[in-house]
Each structure stands twice: as C-alpha cells, then as structure tokens.
C-alpha cells in the first residue's frame, strides 16, 4: 500500500476529495437514462400524497412511510422528475461513501501507521462498487437504508472505543445522537432494519464479553477489537449505554410497533422463488458485481476467491485481537 509521507495530510486529502468527486460522478451521471420503473413508479406516487395520507397508505405496504416522508420533503424544491427522485438516493448514496471513511479510520485506530490509507481505501470500494452504485440511482429506500445502517456501525465502533474510558463526555454523546437518530430513522424507513440494529447490539456484547476475560499476556482480551481511545477502560460502559439508546430509539418507533409487526407477520412468501443454495449463490453476486440482467452468472468458485478477502481482514483482526501479530 502506498505510504504518505511527503505532506501527508495534503496527500490524503486530495486522494479523499477525488474519491468523493469520483463517488459523487458515478451516482449523479445519467440518473435520467431511463424512465421510472414500476416500484419508483410507486415511489412517485405515494410521495405526491400528504404526510398522514402517506402513513395511512403505508400501513398497507410492505415499507414504513419513513422513506416517502423524506423522499416528499426532497421532492418540493427538486420536483417528482425522475432526476429530482433519484438524487435523493444518489445523495444518501454519496454521504455513504463519506460515513465508510470514517469506519474505517475507527477501526484501523490501532494501526496509526495505515490508518488513513485503509480508511482510504474502504471509501474507495464504496465508491466504486457496483451494487452500492445500482441501488444508489434508483428512487426507493435501498441507499437511505444503506446510510442509515452504515452511519449506525459507524456510531457503534465510535462509542465503544470512547465512552469506556471518557464516560458521556460531549464526543461520546455526539456519537450516541448519532447512533440514536439512524437507529430511529432505520426503523421507520424498513423493516429489516431490525436486523442491522441486532448487529449493533451483538457487537456491544461482543465488547461487553471482553472485559470478562482477564487480558493476555503480550495482548488485548477478547472482543477488544479497537484499540481504546486513551487510557484503562471499562468496557462494561458500552452494553449500559447501548441498552438506553436502543430502548430510546424503540420509543421513537413505538407509533408504528404494532403495524409493523402485523406487516412482517403477513411479509409475502419468497418459496419457491429459489432453492436456499441458489439463493445464497445469486446474493453472493449481487453483493460482489452488482444486479446483472444480462449476460452469465458467475460461478461458485469466482464468488468464493473474492469473498476470501473479507475473511482475511477478520482473521487478521483476530490475530491482532490475541496479540500475536
């Protein structure tokens, strides 16, 4: 990896700046080259109606009125053209980019060495990649989604590496609104939402877990994946905080609880559609290459060389964990 050393701050800051040029360039190019489909269609419509007239059509769908409240705010200055409904997710999609950046300079915390060119290098695969730029240019809630989860791990990472030492100090109660408002929001926009807030909430455990494992020698205990901001920590902090702002957020949805829960009770019926394998298979793809409409399906043994990496970066995270790197 390239190493910054001649006027690194300058360096890093205009490869950051062409990565958003280049993130903004590939969601913002061609939004009117084709008409709206059938779902933005829906999209359209619905956010042309009033706000409780939304809500009221929204508890017959299958998505909470989160998106197309947002979406009819947007549309009043930028219209309800095609270009006007898209750049609503092309810009959710952007800030996306911005948000990985962060994470990953969170996450490489522990690495001062590397930490900008790996959190350069992870907003550079946001921006670039093809399932991320498909989703960013359609008018339906995927890429507000997207931002929402992203923004929520970041908040995550951020807190659990700040308020074991500092408390609620005024940076860790930035990152709790943070985390607060996308959970909130996150849960009026989908309804599978619920599953990213349960990866948020097993990765305070995870933190939690570490401190009852007595440290290493030479290491860190388990689950003490980020290196502490500062100082001898307690790590039971993280899971108390998280169970308030999660209780809070549950609060924030609390209107909505029970259409919600009626409507994943009546979720349609995927049988049949695929077998659980090809399932698995074609979610492979799409993650990796994007949605593909024409052309041949990648095999099992491209998809599997490219996720080896991701599995790497964990299995180095473990090494790291362990104090054996």
């Not at 190019?29 to 059509?57: F, K, M, P």
């Not at 810009?91 to 990953?104: A, H, K, M, N, P």
């Not at 989860?149 to 590496?161: F, I, Q």
């Amino acid at each position: 990896m390239l190493k910054m050393t001649a006027r690194p701050s300058l360096l890093r800051c205009a490869i950051f700046v062409s990565i958003l040029v280049l993130a903004a360039f590939v969601r913002f190019y061609c939004l009117t080259c084709s008409s709206l489909w059938h779902d933005e269609g829906n999209s359209w419509a619905v956010a042309q109606r009033s706000l409780d007239q939304i809500a009221r059509d929204a508890a017959a769908d299958i998505h909470p009125p989160g998106y197309y409240w947002l979406l009819k705010l947007w549309a009043g200055p930028f219209g309800f053209s095609a270009w006007g409904m898209r750049s609503f997710s092309a810009l959710s999609g952007f800030l996306t980019v911005v948000v990985v950046y962060l994470i990953g300079r969170e996450i490489a915390a522990g690495v001062e060495d590397n930490r900008y060119e790996i959190a350069l290098l992870a907003s550079f695969l946001a921006a670039v990649n093809p399932f991320q730029v498909f989703y960013n240019q359609e008018a339906r809630m995927y890429a507000l989604l997207t931002l929402e989860g992203t923004a929520l791990m970041w908040a995550t990472v951020a807190m659990g590496r700040r308020v074991a030492v500092q408390g609620l100090s005024p940076a860790v109660a930035r990152y709790a609104a943070v985390y607060l408002v996308a959970a909130a929001a996150g849960l009026w926009t989908h309804y599978f939402f619920a599953v990213q807030l349960a990866a948020a909430i097993g990765t305070a455990f995870w933190w939690w877990l570490g401190s009852l494992r007595p440290l290493p020698v030479g290491g860190r205990a388990f689950g003490d994946s980020f290196e502490v901001a500062g100082g001898i920590s307690d790590r039971r902090k993280p899971i108390v905080l998280f169970l308030i702002l999660n209780f809070l957020a549950l609060l924030a949805y609390l209107p909505w609880l029970p259409t919600g829960i009626e409507r994943l009770l009546g979720w349609p019926s995927q049988q049949g559609l695929f077998s659980s394998l090809e399932g698995l298979r074609q979610t492979l793809q799409t993650l990796v290459v994007g949605t593909i409409r024409t052309g041949p399906d990648l095999g099992w043994g491209w998809l599997l060389l490219v996720k080896i990496f991701p599995i790497c970066g964990l299995w180095r995270l473990r090494r790291r964990d362990r104090g054996t790197d």
